[in-house]
């Protein structure tokens, strides 16, 4: 279990101490959203370190996806600010948003299954990508040296997670488990700052889950960037996750570390309320 020190910062917020010098990556203030007359989030606040591995956790149709859309402007918020690194990101579209150094996945693959799995990476790499239309089509030399560097770094990407030898193989033709690793791998290619997990552990077995967390911490290891993570797996997010906040019925009822939420009364009882309601 992960035993950071979250610190308070003056607005209330509490990030790992080793990020409390500097802003936050992100800060959710009073975020929501309504979809006709019903209220799906409201009043999110939340501040993510700049080194945090973070952990977003609620029972099902809590809402979590939803902040996840409302981050990356999927949907645009009702109301409510989203700071990313300082900037205000209103009016800011799904694309721009990836540029200014948002990632993310999703609880289901979007792979592109009859590309490569190294050609898959590369879309991911678009941000980084400078020649032009008419070079891509007369494969002018600067077309070349730019798909250079581009398999360069596609099988640096790869190796986090030992998939160099996959790369000529069709996504679609990996199994669950790879081609999660993938989606993750395509994501880290847009260069972000801060990376979304939409259930990353989703459907891996459990030695599968525990090569993630490894793998999880690696990333934000080697690239310096934080991770917000939305899952189910209670062990993975009690394990590696620095400060969690707890959703229900689209309202943060919990934020704190591991040990604070498992003991959280609020948070016992939304859980327990979902299985009775199960049952």
């Known amino acids: 279990m ?9 607005n209330d ?8 010098d500097k802003t936050p990556i992100l800060e959710a ?18 501040a993510i370190g700049r080194t945090e591995i973070a952990g977003l956790i609620g029972p099902n149709g809590a809402g979590k996806t939803t902040v996840f859309n409302l981050l990356t402007k999927v949907y645009q918020p009702t109301r409510g600010t989203i700071l990313l690194d300082k900037k205000d990101t209103a009016g800011m579209s799904t694309e721009q948003v990836n540029r200014a150094g948002i990632a993310r996945t999703f609880q289901n693959i979007r792979l592109f299954d009859k590309l490569t799995v190294e050609e898959n990476v590369k879309v991911g790499l678009h941000n980084a990508t400078s020649y032009t239309m ?7 030399p600067r077309y070349w040296k730019q798909e250079k560097i581009a398999r360069e770094r596609a099988m640096e990407l790869l190796s986090i997670f030992d998939m160099e030898w996959m790369a000529d193989k069709r996504a679609g033709s990996l199994p669950y488990g790879a081609q ?3 989606e993750i791998v395509r994501a880290l290619g847009t260069n972000p700052s801060l990376l979304l997990l939409d259930e990353p552990a989703a459907g891996m077995n459990p030695s599968e889950t525990a090569e993630l ?5 690696k990333i934000r290891d080697t690239f310096g960037i934080a991770i917000m993570l939305i899952e189910h797996d209670m062990s993975l997010v009690m394990n590696i996750c620095e400060g969690i906040a ?14 604070e939420i498992q003991s959280n009364p609020a948070v ?6 979902k299985q009775k309601e199960d049952a």
């Open 2 to 10: 992960s035993n950071t020190k979250l610190v308070k910062l003056d």
């Open 13 to 20: 917020y509490r990030i790992p101490e080793r990020d409390a």
């Open 29 to 46: 203030r009073h975020l929501g959203i309504d979809f006709g007359g019903l209220t799906a989030v409201d009043d999110f606040n939340m």
């Open 134 to 140: 008419m070079d891509g089509i007369l494969r002018t």
């Open 180 to 182: 999660r690793r993938l």
């Open 213 to 217: 967390m490894e793998n999880i911490s």
């Open 246 to 259: 707890v959703l229900n019925y689209g309202r943060i009822i919990a934020k704190g570390t591991p040990e």
């Open 268 to 273: 016992i009882e939304a859980y327990l309320g």
